[in-house]
């Protein structure tokens, strides 16, 4: 089976705070449907499929980058980590990674960006 790990981070626009990265290795056994980027969904919605993903993923996990890693590499810098660290931590090895976004060079050829991969 190929193992495709979705990234996507959340906190790079706000002015203050840690920036956060999720990782998600999906089933594609156990499929869910109603997935769309979590900006159009209800909050209720976003809980359910919370739930969903929690219990049907082969592996997720999230990750963040603190404030003073913001100060000291930068924004950008920042969530590339927190998204390094969140697929480290699923502690699955995926085949290939999607990041929304733009390319995180840390992750070399086995990641693709997608602009507006959450949707």
Do not use: Q
């Amino acid at each position: 089976m190929n193992l495709i790990c979705g990234v996507d981070e959340a906190g790079r626009g706000p002015i203050a705070g840690p920036v956060y990265a999720a990782a998600v290795i999906l089933d594609p056994a156990k499929r869910i449907n109603g997935l769309a980027d979590s900006k159009v969904l209800t909050a209720e919605r976003r809980e359910v499929l919370a739930g969903r993903i929690k219990e049907r993923a082969i592996a997720w996990a999230v990750a963040y980058a603190s404030v003073d890693e913001i100060d000291r590499i930068n924004i950008l810098r920042a969530s590339h980590l927190a998204m390094k660290r969140a697929i480290v931590r699923t502690r699955v090895i995926p085949d290939h990674v999607f990041i929304d976004g733009v390319p995180v060079p840390a992750l070399g050829e086995r990641c693709t960006a997608v602009i507006d991969g959450d949707a």
